[in-house]
């Protein structure tokens, strides 16, 4: 029998755990993959394009599991009432091909995207930092907040979007937090004083989220909105004078910010720089972007902490999804016989 | 919710409908595929390889429609009493890229393998072919049988393997399908007189399963085992003095028994042939052979048929694998609020 994880046990999970433990142990969970970068078998994500969105598998192993996610975009779902962005998972053991675990990922998505960016920050921010803007209150809104509160000890946010029902979401869902929130009409205000820009807007092509006058010294940018062809945040001029931390470069140089930049514009990897082997921030002047696009590692482990965490728990049911015939080699009777 | 058809109700369905009634109706939907081929975004599979075997995605959509599956390979399974191969496989809508269905796949990969066989042979096989020999009598033997048998007509099998325990279970598992069978003690004997021969041996490496002495004119050889890099069955002189039908070129010249031979080695579409743009069988003395490796399309059939085959019966159940919250922005207040 095969492990799932489904939506509403998930949720069970969350809410048991409580959502800043959940995001401390799963960046734990990534930060650990990261500094094993070499280890991994990695591909760009494998991508199906029809006219109104994209369906994508993102697999990833390393010599004892392998883990994909199906993942899909359609920026105009939410027309309809349906998530822009819905995903699954399944975690397999490598040595028998065998699927162990199969998880709902929309949500634990949401989840690992925020401790990714946390993780990063954490490595790439100036360590004073306690003021975040963030740009774009959708889906991902909330989850980054939480993250960064929990992650950093960031105290006061300066947030902003052009959609008063999507503020209004993001309000009430933090009014119990402890941040001080700071509702701005225009990104150019939110992001004034902030030591931390998070850019997360949804459905807009090319756009100019932050412009260049709007940039600072010393502020870390986590861009996590652009990350498709063609879907872009962030002005030019901001990534030539920043240094730019990316997760797999290959994948980033087709989906995320630096698709605006030449082939082979300077990029740093940020699992050398957990590891130690490349540097981070170098002075408080520094602007530095982590040019997010979410990556199968990431997700392999979020599939993985969940398997832990649910071990020996009501929190994960079994399904029958793997025949297990007496003689392997007798499907047929299975089929046929009485 | 999703549909799910795990293990239970696919063995259940297909009782119900009778196998060789499944293996007719499915051979319809993969040769009605086969029929619309360019509507179909095609890739080679995806594999990870490691020490012990395999793991596979298989992605391929039509404009309406997006399907995957997970497949593993790991020879050495058997060992443990564990399958070979397991699989499962997703159906999606691509105008949304919401899943609709996910199916266990093990069983249905063994019978769309027979189905596909069956339609390449209706194409290809002399009309008037009555007799299989079947080389290898492993988890795939029977449906072939069967599939041989419900859509071509055939009357008498000739079959061997090494392992008198698979040549029992294949007895017994047979002993009813009306077919008169012969067991032949060598695979030279097996194919003595055969119309069409079904070479489907596993776990064996480059071997010689059918050598150029053994094939006379008029045969039709259903290359099945050869699936892999470094897996072959054919001797390749009988290559040089057949027709060569594969199902997706830049997949097989990788995995099936043209690994053999040159780059440029002529081969024709399974589905030119069958919509008519190529020729099948000139002559009722050609040598045809479908060099059989497995394509995502006939997985795609696969879960297309189930998909209409369970609609509003019990063999379908639903699973919570995707969110559905009132606000599609608000994922965090589902794992937050009381």
């Given at each position: 029998m095969v492990g799932y994880v489904g939506v509403e046990n998930l949720i069970r999970l969350v809410r048991h755990v409580g959502i800043e433990t959940v995001l401390r142990e799963l960046a734990d969970y990534i930060e650990d993959d990261f500094r094993r970068w070499p280890e991994f078998d990695k591909t760009p994500r494998i991508a199906s394009h029809s006219r109104d969105g994209v369906i994508e598998l993102m697999p990833t192993a390393d010599n004892a599991l392998y883990g994909f996610k199906y993942v899909n975009g359609h920026p105009r779902n939410t027309r309809e009432g349906l998530q822009t962005v819905t995903a699954f998972g399944v975690l397999s053991d490598?040595?028998?091909?065998?699927?162990l675990l199969l998880a709902e990922m929309t949500l634990l998505t949401a989840l690992r995207t925020a401790a990714t960016s946390a993780v990063a920050a954490r490595h790439?921010?100036?360590?004073?930092?306690?003021i975040l803007a963030i740009i774009g209150l959708g889906a991902q809104s909330e989850f980054q907040a939480t993250a960064f509160h929990a992650?950093?000890?960031?105290t006061h946010l300066r947030v902003c979007d052009v959609d008063p029902a999507a503020t209004e979401k993001f309000r009430v869902n933090m009014q119990n937090s402890g941040l001080t929130i700071t509702l701005a009409p225009t990104a150019q205000q939110a992001v004034q004083g902030a030591d931390i820009i998070t850019t997360v807007t949804a459905?807009?092509?090319?756009?100019?989220?932050?412009?260049?006058?709007?940039i600072g010294a010393g502020v870390h940018i986590n861009?996590?909105?652009?990350?498709?062809?063609?879907k872009t945040e962030l002005q030019a001029d901001i990534l030539k004078r920043s240094r730019v931390f990316v997760e797999f470069p290959e994948q980033t140089r087709i989906?995320?910010?630096?698709?605006?930049?030449?082939?082979?514009f300077p990029v740093t990897e940020l699992w050398q720089v957990i590891t130690g082997e490349a540097q981070g921030?170098?002075?408080?002047?520094d602007i530095t972007i982590?040019?997010?696009?979410?990556?199968a590692t990431e997700d392999f482990s979020a599939l993985r902490y969940l398997r832990d965490k649910v071990r020996?728990?009501?929190?994960v049911t079994e399904i029958d999804l793997v025949v297990e015939p007496?003689?392997?080699?007798?499907?047929f009777g299975l089929l046929t016989q009485p």
């Open positions: 490598v040595n028998t091909g065998y699927p790439l921010a100036r360590p004073d930092s306690r992650l950093l000890g960031i459905d807009k092509l090319q756009a100019t989220i932050l412009s260049d006058n709007m861009a996590v909105g652009g990350d498709c062809p063609g989906e995320g910010e630096i698709q605006q930049m030449p082939d082979d921030r170098r002075t408080a002047q982590f040019d997010s696009v979410g990556f020996d728990t009501d929190f007496d003689d392997p080699r007798d499907l």
